[in-house]
């Protein structure tokens, strides 16, 4: 029995190594390749990973490889094409803080732009010479929002949609700056229903609606991909059935899995077409 059992450990162990080393990897990037930079949490983290399918469970335990970079490789395979992209936790935890709402967006690009960086995080001015393509988004809390005062405070923490304006608003003032660099912004993920309120549901999708509608303009640098759309359909809350659970709104692996190709859609038509051939949630027109 125990050298049956050893037998068996033996042959998994081998298809383990024989599936990590098979593995595609990201190639090195040269002068010649677009280089994509994502920034994100752990929303982002579970769209970048995909849905493990079959012995994919076994690459994603062992590998660096995951759901985006797959889609990359295959593409570049299939369309001769050099695109790279990688993916950063932004900002970290430490020094600044686990927390990437509007106004940290603003607090670290505009209000201390510059060559340094800011609490250990890149600015802009480090990033874009680095990358063609820049994309950024924020996680379920940027829809815990407030009711508003009358007196917006663009330097205010407070989610709120007065100040998350004013912060959008210089933040597209400072993404102009580097016409040569393309931005992709996510709207932001939704909260299931009972991790918020009514109130707070509807704010977050009035804010989201502006940021589509009036924020984004044409002819410029700055391309959305429609997260919120996507996990809500058009409602208020991040839907049940593509969230982990009822009570967590981190979306579950089955959805995640079958938006993880429409974000890279939406990448890919954004560098070769402007993105004119995709909608915004990323599906091809």
């Known amino acids: 029995m125990c050298k049956q059992i050893l037998k068996y450990f033996g042959s998994l162990f081998t298809i383990i190594l024989m599936v990590q080393c098979s593995s595609p990897e990201m190639p090195a990037p040269d002068r010649d390749t677009t280089k994509i930079l994502f920034l994100h949490h752990s929303t982002g983290q579970l769209i970048w990973d995909g849905k493990p399918r079959g012995i994919d469970i076994v690459r994603n335990w062992f590998?660096?490889?995951?759901?985006?970079?797959?889609?990359?490789?295959?593409?570049?395979?299939?369309?001769?094409?050099?695109?790279?992209?990688?993916?950063?936790?932004?900002?970290?935890?430490?020094?600044?803080?686990?927390?990437?709402?509007?106004?940290?967006?603003?607090?670290?690009?505009?209000?201390?732009?510059?060559?340094?960086?800011?609490?250990?995080?890149?600015?802009?001015?480090?990033?874009?010479?680095?990358?063609?393509?820049i994309i950024f988004k924020h996680c379920f809390p940027v829809g815990q929002i407030e009711e508003d005062t009358g007196n917006p405070d663009i330097n205010s923490e407070v989610r709120s949609i007065e100040n998350y304006k004013l912060q959008y608003l210089a933040l597209r003032d400072k993404l102009h700056e580097f016409p040569n660099t393309k931005f992709i912004v996510w709207t932001g993920a939704a909260l299931v229903?009972?991790?918020?309120?009514?109130?707070?549901?509807?704010?977050?999708?009035?804010?989201?609606?502006?940021?589509?509608?009036?924020?984004?303009?044409?002819?410029?640098?700055?391309?959305?991909?429609?997260?919120?759309?996507?996990?809500?359909?058009?409602?208020?809350?991040?839907k049940n059935e593509y969230a982990r659970n009822k009570g967590n709104s981190h979306p579950n692996k089955s959805f995640s899995g079958s938006v993880s190709p429409l974000f890279c859609n939406r990448i890919v038509d954004v560098i070769e077409n402007e993105g004119t051939e995709t909608t915004l949630s990323g599906r091809i027109k």
């Open 63 to 133: 590998t660096e490889v995951h759901a985006v970079p797959e889609w990359f490789i295959d593409y570049n395979s299939k369309n001769g094409t050099k695109y790279y992209i990688e993916e950063r936790a932004f900002p970290t935890d430490k020094p600044y803080g686990w927390k990437n709402y509007p106004f940290d967006y603003y607090n670290i690009w505009v209000k201390n732009a510059g060559t340094e960086p800011y609490f250990e995080q890149p600015t802009l001015e480090m990033l874009t010479p680095n990358f063609d393509v």
């Open 193 to 238: 229903e009972n991790k918020t309120t009514p109130e707070k549901a509807k704010r977050t999708k009035l804010f989201f609606d502006w940021v589509v509608n009036e924020w984004d303009q044409d002819n410029d640098n700055i391309y959305i991909w429609d997260f919120y759309q996507l996990e809500t359909e058009g409602g208020f809350y991040l």
